[in-house]
């Protein structure tokens, strides 16, 4: 149940408490919450289990600034299988999930010396002329660039930025594509939060199983399961996912497809486990 504020109005984005706690330097989320002040829309912090920000119509987003994308992902096992548990169960619970990668836009790539470089400061010399502060990541290039497009594989969305007001903005203007989308669907025009899934019987099991096929979310593994009835079925049918499923097109059932018959390698690892 969620609950309204004093004047009866029940909050249209739900923001998780440790990204507004001890924060040094402004992030998207931070500016996002003085924008949603400015315009009077409510908004709500708690501790989430899943997410760093939910918006109606089932938008739920984890942020990540470029350094912290690439220290969990090219860091510590550790990290990896945080950053791998963070990504899997927002595609398993929510509808539309959402990566937001602060600063990904601004990174410049260095494909001779494998590196990328953050800039962390600018100051204007002259007209037109800029002294960039930069920190250097020891990454290749490839690398990154392919770690996000595996990320994007599995069906979340990646959204880049260009710094931390940029993302603000994004997130705004993400939040009005919910609020009418939820109107348009006669939905519940607030965030709903939810805890991971526990696979408890045979449903959540089915559930979990197709929903770790490439852009196969929970919602679309539900679809597939109420059509085909069981997994079995849905892979022995995916040649007719495009033509059943609403939302499913041919690219996303190649990608599958690539998964469910690509014969495995032993050296053929993810880059997320």
Avoid at 179 to 189: L, P, S, V, W
Avoid at 231 to 241: G, Q, T
Wanted: charged share 30%.
């Amino acid at each position: 149940m969620v609950q309204a504020d004093l004047f009866g109005r029940t909050p249209e984005v739900i923001i998780d408490i440790h990204e507004v706690k001890n924060r040094a330097r402004d992030t998207s989320i931070t500016i996002l919450m003085r924008l949603l002040q400015k315009n009077n829309i409510p908004y709500r912090i708690e501790k989430l289990e899943i997410g760093d920000i939910l918006l109606p119509s089932e938008y739920a987003i984890e942020r990540k600034t470029v350094k912290d994308f690439c220290s969990s992902l090219f860091g510590t096992k550790n990290g990896k299988l945080r950053l791998y548990d963070q990504l899997q169960a927002l595609l398993q619970t929510y509808e539309k999930p959402i990566l937001l990668l602060e600063g990904g836009l601004a990174i410049r790539r260095d494909p001779i010396n494998k590196a990328i470089y953050v800039p962390i400061g600018r100051r204007k010399i002259k007209e037109r002329i800029w002294s960039v502060l930069e920190e250097e990541i020891r990454i290749n290039p490839k690398a990154f660039d392919a770690a996000i497009q595996e990320i994007e594989n599995k069906g979340i969305e990646v959204i880049q930025t260009y710094d931390a007001y940029h993302g603000a903005l994004i997130l705004l203007n993400l939040l009005k594509k919910a609020k009418k989308e939820a109107k348009e669907r006669r939905k519940r025009a607030y965030p709903i939060v939810r805890s991971k899934p526990k696979l408890k019987g045979i449903k959540d099991q089915q559930l979990f199983f197709l929903s770790g096929l490439p852009g196969i979310s929970i919602a679309r593994a539900k679809k597939l399961l109420e059509t085909y009835k069981t997994p079995f079925n849905a892979i022995m049918k995916i040649k007719r996912w495009d033509v059943d499923i609403g939302g499913i097109g041919t690219n996303l059932m190649e990608k599958v497809q690539k998964v469910l018959f690509t014969e495995y390698k032993e050296d053929n690892k993810s880059k997320l486990k």
